[in-house]
């Protein structure tokens, strides 16, 4: 998952308040039936239209990879063709950098989507006669930019996704994974504010898809875009997103951070959902680590097992709180049996550490050791203690959630 940067509250898209219905008359029964409150099946049972969207709300902050996620239906595309006016709304505000997109038209528009956000699509859509290079700066061409420009902007892009090499290639001599790295690529040759990304990966292979997914996860460390990005796929949802939007019937269900979606499911749609995914690689240390509390290392054994307080181990700490070794109970019991006063005899030295921002999978290796995890900071103080029976507990308690919900009919 990457780590966002963002200040909190820095909003780069906003949708307020938005419904889009599909049919003669958006604005007319159909609509007054959704402020009702009425779901999208009986709106279309007694109006004869669709509710795209039903007063959705998010906000998107700049240099985050805002996930929206849901099943055919869901309204997720819907929701995206909204920020670029690929869609007119019923009601509601779509503010994009401060504009309202949905007021724009024309020229005004087209300069807006050229100057603010680039389109990667599930479909590559590239020329088949033009080379890879000339594909790349396709919109750079639309622009009117010279030969020369286009060309040095459309090599940094395809530098960026591993195909500087194939820039006189081409499309049908490239994969079908290498194809989508050139659309991602064409997107980020304007050097867009925006990425806007339907269902980017959708139709790739399993290890390709992932690869992506590792791809764009390296660009956005560098970069730090903003991005809007669609899928139908919880697992890369919790994997790419720095927040996750589930939506079911064109409205909002759930809006979190991959751990809050996972441990902390809104309804039982959303707990659905999450009891088949891989809790280990999305739960953080942080979400279950427990407090420091080390052992000074100074201290003798006698006093460090007083300080131990019947618990099954504990760290010691050197004067800068840097971990220097691992105290269990009965290790120090064993020492002590022997009259040694000497707390550095007691001590193991082996043992092993993590950070807070890592996964319980990362961890799953260390813990079967069944000792004590040191969970450090960046200048390698000890911040916590990681419990190898918490990992386990955490992960049965997330799979046991949907019994505290009443199961939803999916469709």
Do not use: W
């Not at 724009?104 to 603010?116: I, T």
């Not at 791809?215 to 890369?236: A, G, P, R, V």
């Not at 997103?241 to 019937?249: A, F, L, S, Y």
């Amino acid at each position: 998952m990457v780590e966002s940067t963002v200040a909190h509250g820095e909003q780069l898209i906003r949708l307020n308040e938005v419904y889009k219905i599909f049919g003669p008359q958006p604005r007319g029964r159909a609509f007054d039936l959704a402020r009702q409150g009425l779901g999208k099946n009986e709106v279309q049972r007694l109006s004869g239209h669709v509710m795209g969207l039903d007063d959705v709300n998010f906000d998107v902050n700049k240099g985050e990879i805002f996930v929206v996620m849901g099943l055919s239906g869901s309204g997720k595309s819907t929701a995206i063709r909204t920020v670029n006016k690929l869609h007119d709304i019923t009601h509601g505000e779509v503010f994009v950098d401060g504009v309202d997109v949905q007021k724009l038209s024309g020229p005004d528009l087209q300069e807006f989507r050229r100057e603010k956000m680039g389109m990667v699509f599930q479909h590559f859509a590239l020329f088949p006669h033009r080379n890879i290079i000339d594909n790349t700066g396709y919109g750079l061409k639309v622009q009117k930019m010279p030969k020369a420009e286009r060309d040095a902007a459309s090599l940094r892009a395809l530098s960026l996704v591993g195909l500087e090499a194939y820039s006189e290639s081409m499309p049908s001599q490239l994969s079908g994974g290498m194809q989508q790295r050139v659309g991602l690529a064409r997107a980020l040759a304007s050097d867009p504010d925006i990425l806007l990304m339907d269902e980017a990966f959708s139709a790739l292979d399993p290890l390709i898809r992932r690869q992506m997914q590792d791809e764009l996860m390296d660009i956005q460390n560098e970069l730090q875009k903003t991005i809007l990005f669609i899928t139908h796929d919880l697992n890369e949802a919790l994997r790419v997103g720095n927040r996750v939007c589930i939506m079911k019937d064109g409205a909002v269900v759930q809006i979190g951070t991959p751990e809050e979606i996972l441990t902390q499911p809104a309804t039982g749609y959303v707990a659905e959902f999450v009891q088949d995914v891989d809790q280990g690689r999305v739960i953080q240390v942080t979400e279950i680590m427990g407090g420091s509390d080390p052992i000074d290392g100074s201290l003798s054994l006698d006093a460090a097992i007083t300080a131990l307080n019947g618990r099954a181990g504990a760290f010691v700490v050197d004067a800068a709180g840097k971990p220097t070794g691992l105290l269990t109970r009965d290790d120090a019991m064993r020492a002590s049996s022997v009259g040694t006063t000497d707390l550095s005899t007691a001590v193991r030295t082996d043992f092993d550490v993590t950070t807070k921002t890592a996964t319980l999978n990362e961890n799953y290796q260390a813990a079967g050791r069944g000792l004590p995890i040191a969970v450090i900071d960046e200048n390698g103080s000890l911040e916590g203690t990681l419990d190898p029976r918490e990992i386990l507990e955490e992960m049965g308690r997330v799979e046991t959630l949907i019994d505290g919900f009443e199961r939803e009919v999916f469709m």
